[in-house]
């Protein structure tokens, strides 16, 4: 079948070979079949390869000692009188919950229903609802056992009802957002006419400054989603997921730009660079609004008021880092609405979709996304800069102290957030 | 927009020096009662019947009559396996090592003088060995009588004194052959006899299936919940003697509901110690408990260690009119 499909097409691609001698035509169908062959070939012995393997096993005979089986908590909601857990199998066979207990003191069994099924299959997944009536405030912990004994644990640590997706729940969460996001990213943003005034010096100390607090950002989100890794399900390789998201998110954010330069045909372009700094910082924003939001849905927002005003100290400066690239090039001010807005805006999305469906995958993902913006904001901020004043104004006393001063503000202000 | 912005700031700020749930929405969650519904998970609030072992399997706390022993010898004979199914709790299967395949061992009885004969029979791959406790030769201990695999070997020896004897393999990890399930009850029976009464054996253990040195299911003759799920009938006023033993590592508490017993500490004596109904049994301590129900209904009988009775060590006497009273009623 394969054969004769690749013959058809060399027939083809001979077909137009009009300048070809017959003779030579033959030979060089010849040499044309024995490459595509030498390309399917080893695909072909893989594959039969595999059938046997599958077919006859390893030839190894080996059992495993004891089941393998793994089941991990994705999220674990508390409502009035109920316990609900979402679980993944991520082991290499079907899973059978066969009991539960519940753990606060002592640890207890109790009754419970697992949708669609107690069987789980591989990488399949169920809802186990706990009729449990929990205490708000207590650590509790959620123990499945296996029909094959194996026993797995998630720790409540403070139990809090979960957010439903009520009209004052994702108000408020809205509102944090914007606490969190909108409002510093607008305040910064008003720094902008004092930014003008500066002299050169003072505007190159302020870009390096947000240079620092870039890079700041960016290893704060890669901690983060390195973090949030350990907790992703074992077969979505979380380090993985990093991977991907952070070199994605560069390459793509490299084509767009480059894309829109082309079409304006100009070199650089401060108004690009601050729309390219805004999104990367909303990316972030995403990231940390997700983050924000599964503390709250885990119950684990304790220090909220005191969270929500270092957070708003803290990404004061992201509104400085955006307008930076263009405080000395003129723009319609509307431009200043959506830079704001396009970095601020996501932290509220995240917000609401941490606290209603939080998942460790989700925000590793995006956090790493949000890294990667950072990153190729870095380069191109450094590039504009050598672009105007050349490589040695990057070991310039005052960039430099404005590069330090960038990661001390960031430092000083992350000590409110850090619990 | 900054301006509209700190407005709302403004108006939410007394939101935000609130707890993620307030006080009364705390109340509200746990101010009404939220007994589960869909079964005896919590085999508290519900009265039992719903089948979750199979009946096949359940652990018969009937004991046989004492009888005399046929020219004055007991023989029994112990099948040891290793790694055969035990079902610990509803749905919950764990290679155990055991005696006659089943965990607890069989309820082993002869009366006071009594010669008893064991025979161990070891099908498993490792030595095992059993260690009687009560009054024997150096050399019927189980300590050094270690069986190889694919051998067997007759412990004999006199039974003596009365009272309530554990057996267990004593090879080395002794912890790990005990807790895999190598472990049973014998009972010697004083030569005048007890007073004759309905009788039940009750073996109090525990598993730990991850070994993490704590025990995640507590049995009643060894799969939790049993007796929840299959109430052990008794009839009003009809007297029980029931023999229990604590094979666990860790002290337990028999104790029964709407009820007080006359306890035997290890059943070596005929006089009653107390009148009580909770007694601590510390490690490998057992006792003989008599009492009868004067009403009809379900009794739980637990371990009045709260996290055992929450694992499992918990059941239901489900006390019946005697059939006279029900036959009589019936024709009305």
Redesign the interface.
């Given at each position: 079948m394969a054969e004769s499909v690749a013959e058809r097409q060399m027939e083809d691609l001979v077909a137009h070979d009009q300048t070809a001698a017959a003779t030579s035509s033959v030979a060089r169908r010849g040499s044309r079949a024995a490459i595509i062959a030498s390309a399917l070939l080893p695909v072909m012995l893989l594959a039969g390869i595999l059938y046997l393997l599958v077919q006859r096993g390893t030839g190894l005979a080996l059992a495993p000692p004891a089941p393998i089986e793994r089941i991990e908590f994705e999220r674990v909601e508390l409502y009035?009188?109920?316990i609900r857990a979402h679980v993944i199998n991520s082991g290499p066979e079907s899973v059978?919950i066969?009991?539960?207990?519940v753990g606060w003191?002592?640890?207890?069994?109790?009754?419970?229903?697992a949708t669609p099924s107690a069987t789980i299959p591989r990488l399949g997944r169920a809802v186990v609802r706990i009729?449990y009536?929990?205490?708000?405030?207590e650590p509790y912990e959620v123990v499945l056992?296996?029909?094959?004994?194996?026993?797995f644990t998630h720790e409540i640590a403070i139990a809090?009802?979960t957010p439903v997706a009520g009209g004052s729940t994702l108000g408020?969460l809205a509102?944090?957002g914007?606490?969190v996001g909108?409002?510093p990213v607008?305040?910064g943003i008003?720094w902008l006419p004092f930014l003008r005034a500066l002299p050169q010096r003072g505007y190159y100390f302020f870009l390096n400054l947000t240079l620092g607090l870039l890079v700041f950002l960016g290893v704060d989100a890669l901690h983060e989603a390195l973090e949030n890794a350990a907790l992703v399900p074992g077969p979505y390789q979380g380090i993985a997921l990093i991977l991907i998201g952070l070199s994605l998110s560069i390459l793509l954010l490299y084509a767009i730009s480059g894309r829109v330069k082309g079409r304006e045909g100009s070199g650089g372009n401060g108004l690009l660079l601050a729309y390219t700094i805004a999104l990367s910082i909303g990316l972030h924003n995403l990231g940390e609004g997700l983050a924000i939001g599964g503390a709250?849905a885990l119950?684990e927002?304790?220090t909220?008021?005191l969270l929500?005003l270092g957070f708003t100290l803290h990404n004061l400066t992201e509104g400085v880092a955006v307008v930076a690239p263009v405080v000395r090039s003129r723009f319609r001010w509307v431009h200043l609405?959506w830079l704001?807005l396009l970095a601020g805006l996501p932290t509220i999305a995240g917000t609401m979709a941490g606290a209603l469906a939080y998942s460790a995958l989700w925000s590793v993902l995006f956090l790493a996304v949000g890294a990667g913006a950072i990153i190729q904001v870095v380069i191109e901020i450094t590039r504009h800069q050598i672009r105007e004043s050349g490589t040695a104004s990057l070991a310039n006393a005052f960039n430099v102290a404005g590069f330090a001063a960038g990661l001390a503000v960031m430092y000083v202000t992350g000590l409110f957030v850090t619990v | 927009m900054v301006v509209i912005a700190a407005g709302f700031i403004l108006l939410g700020a007394r939101d935000s020096d609130q707890p993620a749930i307030s006080i009364e929405q705390a109340a509200r969650a746990n101010g009404h009662h939220h007994p589960p519904t869909l079964g005896s998970g919590l085999y508290q609030y519900e009265h039992p019947g719903r089948r979750r072992f199979d009946p096949q399997q359940v652990f018969n706390p009937e004991l046989p009559p004492p009888t005399p022993a046929p020219n004055g010898i007991r023989e029994f004979t112990l099948v040891l396996e290793e790694d055969q199914l035990h079902e610990v709790a509803p749905g919950v299967k764990m290679p155990a090592w055991t005696f006659n395949r089943s965990v607890p061992g069989p309820v082993l009885r002869a009366t006071e003088g009594d010669t008893i004969r064991v025979t161990l029979v070891n099908k498993g791959k490792l030595p095992h060995s059993i260690h009687f406790h009560g009054i024997h030769p150096a050399k019927m201990d189980g300590v050094f009588e270690i069986v190889p695999p694919g051998a067997q070997f007759t412990y004999e020896f006199v039974a003596a004194p009365f009272g309530i004897m554990p057996y267990h393999c004593h090879t080395m990890p002794t912890s790990q052959h005990i807790h895999n399930g190598l472990y049973g009850m014998m009972i010697i029976d004083p030569k005048q006899g007890r007073k004759p009464m309905r009788e039940l054996a009750m073996m109090m253990s525990a598993f730990d299936l991850d070994r993490d040195g704590e025990a995640d299911f507590y049995a009643w003759n060894g799969r939790a919940f049993q007796y929840a799920d299959h109430p052990v009938a008794l009839t009003r006023g009809e007297p029980i003697r029931m023999y229990v033993l604590n094979m666990f590592e860790e002290r337990m508490v028999p104790h029964l509901h709407g009820n007080m017993y006359q306890l035997y500490p290890s059943g070596t004596s005929l006089q009653p110690s107390e009148y009580t109904d909770v007694k601590t049994l510390n490690i490998a301590e057992r006792a003989v408990l008599e009492f009868q129900y004067d009403f009809p209904g379900f009794y739980m009988f637990q371990c009045h260690v709260s996290e055992h009775m929450e694992q499992g060590l918990m059941g239901w006497f489900n006390v019946v009119e005697p059939k006279a009273l029900v036959a009589k009623k019936d024709v009305r």
């Open positions: 009035p009188g109920e059978t066969a009991q539960v207990q003191l002592n640890r207890a069994s109790w009754e419970f229903t009729p009536p929990w205490v708000a405030g056992l296996t029909a094959n004994t194996l026993v809090a009802e408020s509102l944090l914007v606490y909108v409002i607008f305040l008003g709250y119950g927002v304790a909220g008021t929500v609405l704001g | -």
